[in-house]
């Protein structure tokens, strides 16, 4: 065989592999975008589109503008280009109520006159109008609506939008086939857009179709590729060939084809089933992944449809039913602050009641601080409010040109606004709390269940329910009103009889032999979580040596940085949080004081586990992890559920997990439960 002839069939053999390689790419893209259904495995697909990559990159006068592998990669634009639509895309005429869809069906039926007219019903998506042209299958040209007259050349960011082939499926397209549709972007894909370029410090977009929008008017197209664009098709313009006759099986057609249409689209008799069908969308509307902002109704028939024609710049074959509005624009009367259970401070807009969505607004959360600043939002400005569902309504923007002068910058409330405490911003943190964790009314039930809780103070009997009546009957204000409940006030409360009164007066009383490290806990100071409170109370060894310290002291501490430093400042720096504490102690909470490497002026012998960080896992059957926790902590170690390169030592039990696997990968010493025990035995310890 001549070197030619090898060329060729080697040539020939590649061309083979990646037509079929295309073919099933293609297949699996048409499964996974518009049927919904995929087969091929995600990793399967990877392998496909790599060997696809390989053999174009060997090959590259065998690379096509339909492979699958060139939806990205074109130079960036200065500019786009305009476009002339053959055919105006037009505007559709709008009903607001069902009066005017009825008007609409009696027109159509007049003009045509006939009694009955098919309509084909389909949700009206809140995107961006695009026209594909298709010639011979192959993708040639996209272009946005525009005026409706003309419109941009997106081609290059339009092939990397996956939803959209790059050559049509199957056979018996017409030689030039114009599809139009909707570029938009489902809910959860926005929200996930935005909170990845609120982490760069960039500006968010508003909604959506704002997000769509903006994709599309990418000059580089490799920008676009990164966006989660979907394009939904709802019509043809231009065709040279055959298509069926009526609007519904085109539909059908363009999705054996590989485009994606709508799953929602549905056939009706008449105008009252077109009415009963919006009504049900409407009532969806919110669970729907997308945002669509009504229902399109056509006259189904082809024909038909020109026969009616157009006026003006609206076809006579069809209507858009609007969907309530999600957005309006309304004016702030003040923005006010409020303190929510965990005491972050929440700042709100109050409006100028606005009808939106169904339902009449008045506030507006504004989410922090950080939220605030980005929109520059201030009393007295004009503001566009959206309320999507049981979504509580949003400031989205501010329309800068009627801000009135001398209006103010919208300023940190240094003072909670409920109970008086300081409030305080944790640095790179947008929240704002309350440092009046014990006190502000607030938090004071979450403060109190918290108190009460298992790793807490452990007060059995003492749930959410119960913890409610008591705040809501205005029993206790505070965690030390606990100590002060009898039992003929906790048996007036509902479903709490006599003995169950009884019963919940000697877990409130067996619960004030404690430890330090739980009594600390309980106290929720915010950031301080059961390892933390250990480390403050074999680290301080009393209550009083810990409300005196200061910031630098606490970071001399192992993990505990400077924000975590600042909280404990912070809470012991209140007089209503220290006053619940002596109140507490008074009520008779007491523990015995663990050993530690600081005290009041005494020197104490070193704990036999001091500077060591131990790690349980798995179930042990002498005792439980807790009280297993409590015996190394007894001994000076630290606790932790995390293995590290700095753990001393992992105790297995039973059903042990991934904690000893990567125990034994570190070569970390692991320890049975009988080796733990007597370990335990021969230091003398016993539970604090």
Known sequence: MSKNQNNYTVASAAHKQIEKLRNQINKA????????????????????????????????????TDSPTQRVGHKPLSAFVQRSHEIPMLSLEKALDDNQMHQFDQRVREKLDQQTIVYSCEPKLDGVAISLLYENGELIRGVTRGDGETGEDITQNIRTIKTIPLKLLGAGWPKRLEVRGEVYMLKADFDKLNQTIALKGGKLFMNPRNAAAGSLRQLNSSVTAMRPLKMCCYSVGVFNGELPKDHYNVLQQLQKWGLCISSEIKLASSIKECIAYYNALLTRRNLLPYDMDGIVFKVNDLQLQQRLGAVSRAPRWAVAYKFPAH???????????????????TPVARLKPVFIGGVTVKNATL?????IKRLDVRKGDTVVVRRAGDVIPKIISVVMSKRPQNTK??????ICPVCGSQTQQEPDKAVVRCTGGLFCPAMRKEAIKHFASRRAMDIRGLGSKLTDQFVDRQLICSVADLYRLTAPMIAECEKMGEKSAENLIQALNKSKKTTLERFIYALGIPEVGETTAAALSHYFGDLTALTITDSETLENIDDIGPVVAKNIVS????????EVVEQLI????????????????????????????????GTLESMTREEGKAYLVALGAKVTNTVSAK???????????????KAQSLGIQVMDEITFTQLLKELNSSPP
């Not at 957005?327 to 401070?345: K, M, Y």
């Not at 989410?367 to 939220?371: F, K, L, Q, Y």
């Open 367 to 371: 989410h922090n601080m950080n939220e």
């Open 327 to 345: 957005e309006e624009i309304t004016t702030i009367e003040d923005i006010t602050f409020q303190v929510g259970r965990s005491g972050a401070i």
């Open 647 to 661: 753990t001393t030592a992992v105790v297995v039990g039973k059903k042990a997990g991934s904690k000893l696997a």
């Open 571 to 578: 809470f012991f720096k209140q007089p209503h949080n220290r």
């Open 29 to 64: 893209n048409y499964q996974y975008y518009v049927l919904n259904y995929p087969e091929l495995p995600d990793s399967e697909y990877d392998r496909l589109l790599h060997r696809l990559q390989q053999l174009e990159a060997e090959n590259p006068e065998l690379i096509t």
């Open 586 to 617: 008074d009520c008779g909470i007491h523990w015995s004081e663990p050993v530690s490497k600081k005290s009041s002026g005494v020197n104490q012998e070193k704990a036999p586990l001091e500077n060591q960080t131990w790690v349980l896992t």
């Open 409 to 414: 910058k919208t300023a940190l409330p240094k």
